[in-house]
C-alpha cells in the first residue's frame, strides 16, 4: 500500500505542475482587488479605478512571476 504521505506529495506535485502550465501558456488573469470590473469603492462609496491594475482589470499571475524570475536567473548565469 502507497503510503498517504507519497499521495499528498504527488497531489501537490500535480497541482503546481498543471498551474505553471496554465501561468506559462495565459499568463494575465483577474485583479483580486477589483474582480476585473476595473475599479472598487472607497469608504466613502464613489468608484475609482483600481490602484493594483491601474483600471486595467487584469494583473500578471503569481505563477508568472516566478516563471519569469527563473528565466532571468538562468539568463544572468549564462552570460
Known amino acids: 500500500m ?6 499528498a506529495s504527488l497531489a501537490t506535485l500535480i497541482y ?3 498551474y505553471l502550465a496554465v501561468c506559462a501558456v495565459s499568463p494575465w488573469g483577474r485583479c483580486r482587488r477589483c474582480h476585473g470590473r476595473r ?3 472607497t469608504t466613502i462609496g ?3 479605478d483600481c490602484p493594483r491594475c491601474d483600471g ?3 494583473r500578471v499571475r503569481a505563477g508568472r512571476r516566478l516563471i519569469d524570475h527563473i528565466r532571468t536567473e538562468y539568463r544572468a548565469g549564462n552570460q
Do not use: Q
Not at 502507497?2 to 499521495?7: A, Q, R
Open 16 to 18: 503546481a505542475a498543471s
Open 56 to 58: 486595467t482589470g487584469i
Open 2 to 7: 502507497v503510503p498517504i504521505l507519497l499521495l
Open 46 to 48: 464613489t468608484r475609482r
Open 39 to 41: 475599479s472598487h469603492r
